[in-house]
Structures are given as C-alpha cells and as structure tokens.
C-alpha cells in the first residue's frame, strides 16, 4: 500500500480577555506553626482587600503552597557549618477577572492598604482555552488536508482513505505576562492604568496519514 504523509499547521492569534493577578506571599517565621497563621493571615488580608472592589472570596485561589526549613551557612574555626533559621511559607495565589483596566486600578488601590506584604504578577490570558484549542486543531488538520490534496494532484495520484493521525499535543501558553515580580503599591492611590496586551500567539500541529493511488 502507497501511502503520503503531511504535516499540516494551525496558527492563531488571540485577543486577551482576562487578567490575571498573581499574589505571592512568603516569609520565615521561627515555629511552624507560626509559618501556617501568617500565611493564613496573609491570605485573610488579601481576600479582605480585595472583596470591597468585587473579587468574592472564592475567586482568589491558592496555586501553590507549602513550608520548607530554612538555614543559613556560616564559617567558623575554619569550617562550614550551617544554622537553623526558621520555616519559610509560600503561598502563591491567583484571581481572574475581565480585562479592564478600571477595575485592575481598583484592585491595586485596595492592595495599597493591604497589610499583607504579597508580591504582584499581572498577567492576560483568554477565559475559555479550551475553545480556542479546538479551532486550532481544526487548522491544523484542514492545513494537512490542503496540503495533502496538492502533492497528490502534483504527483498525479488521488488520495484514498485516512490511514493515521499523529498528534502529541504540546503545552500551549495562552498567557502573556505584562508586569513581573512588582513589588506591592506603597500608598493608596487611584491608578489610571492604560495597559493593552499584545495578542497571544498560539500554533500546533498534527501529522495524517492517508493512502494513495
């Protein structure tokens, strides 16, 4: 059996329609259990901050966490040694809400009086991923499908049946970062933000198969 294999091909480019704020709190504490009640604290402050502007609490939804021990190294008498400092939370948190730059104004004006110390990452991504990794797939098999039907007409053959679809899908970012690692407002202001994300793009392929004749 002849067969012709093509790899076809989708790309698109993606309007933002989402921010994402990512909150980052972290601090050594000398108990763990200490550690756990300021990262809870922490946590409480922020969903506090930000419910008056209209994120719910259960909207700020925690990414990572976890408590590891912390030291430090130090020489004496010659030698290295090391000594123990506490136990280091970390507690990462994000929030999507519409991409709107009012909005994202107020939000960090309430964070600006916020007494918990979180690190900021803002970032635009798209509501439904999913929606949009469905019509890229459909690209790319009717790029295949294309391009197929030319090198059979080219080569003076016809394209019988399907014989096989080749995908490994690959980890697609609809994500583009604007602000990295800021640290919090320092006072309490109303930011007019004019902030426009560039376009997210987004490509994948898949590899068909078909029989010839």
Known sequence: M??????????????PDTTRLTLTLSGVEPEYDAALSASADGTKALGAALEPVGIAPGELKTQTFHITTEYEGYEENGRWKQRFLGYRYLHVLVVDFDADNQLLGRILGALAECPANAELQIAYTVRDPERAKTALLAAAVADAGTKARALAEAAGVT???LQSIDYSRGEQRFAVPTMDALARPTAKANF???????????SDTVTIVWEIG
Do not use: A
């Open 2 to 15: 002849r067969t012709i294999q093509v790899t076809g091909s989708g790309r698109m480019k993606l309007r």
């Open 159 to 161: 394209l019988k049946t």
């Open 192 to 202: 007019e933000l004019d902030i426009v994300p560039e376009d997210i793009d987004v």
